[in-house]
Nanobody, 115 residues
Framework: QVQLVESGGGLVQPGGSLRLSCAAS????????MGWYRQAPGKQRELVAV???????RYADSVKGRFTISRDNRNNTVYLQMNSLKPEDTAVYYC?????????WGQGTQVTVSS
């Protein structure tokens, strides 16, 4: 089992920045990749960014150049630095961990971009 706890969401004005954190605990040695997904009202959950255990990253086209995913292996934490935020980035952001035993989700954190 892997437990994930997200933090860092909130309300920000367009053009602003936020950093999301996802702390993993439990069977962390089984994790092969971690990522951030988001779900806006009335829309399907979509991939935002993923990072593999080797450090490789992948981003949705809509966030390339604005968002950066990183990981701190010592603290078992993954971050999502979000810059130049737009109203269309408003969503609940979820952390996901893929392991040898399955996939695990955090509870989600709300990000609202509005003036």
């Amino acid at each position: 089992q892997v437990q994930l706890v997200e933090s860092g969401g909130g309300l920000v004005q367009p053009g602003g920045s936020l950093r999301l954190s996802c702390a993993a605990s439990g069977n962390i040695f089984s994790i092969v990749a971690m990522g951030w997904y988001r779900q806006a009202p009335g829309k399907q959950r979509e991939l935002v960014a993923v990072i593999s255990s080797g450090g490789g990253t992948r981003y949705a086209d809509s966030v390339k150049g604005r968002f950066t995913i990183s990981r701190d292996n010592r603290n078992n934490t993954v971050y999502l630095q979000m810059n130049s935020l737009k109203p269309e980035d408003t969503a609940v952001y979820y952390c996901k961990a893929d392991s040898a035993y399955g996939s695990y989700w955090g509870q989600g954190t709300q990000v609202t971009v509005s003036s």
